[in-house]
């Protein structure tokens, strides 16, 4: 079982920065890939980003290359997402997701049907 909890939302203006937190427990973190996804109202949840539980490895959905990076430090069981140059497009629910099926070092899933544990999500809300 792991457990996530998700921090570091809030209201910004467009252009600016935020960094959220997913906060984990449990003993296999350290062996999962982990995901941040996000949802729209109205909307589907999207696959944002992923990072192998190795850290050498990380995937990006196309349209936020260049402005999002995720990080992660096993020995915190934290995984990080730096949001910057925010657009309102950007306004949706982060949550963050694990697993509990195996996967290599290297993997970075980045299917919804990929992750079986998922936090509460923290709002992000990008004005014009």
Partial sequence: QVQLVESGGGLVQAGGSLRLSC?????????????????????????????SWGS????????LKGRFTISRDNAKKLVLLQMNSLKPEDTAI????ATSRYYSYTSTPIELSNYDYWGQGTQVTVSS
Avoid: H, L
């Avoid at 982060?94 to 997701?97: E, L, R």
């Fill in 23 to 51: 906060a984990a427990s449990g003993r296999t973190f350290n062996i999962s890939p982990m995901g941040w996804f996000r949802q729209a109202p109205g909307k589907e949840r999207e696959f944002v980003a992923a990072i």
């Fill in 56 to 63: 050498s490895r990380t995937s990006y959905a196309d349209s």
């Fill in 94 to 97: 982060y949550y963050c997701g």
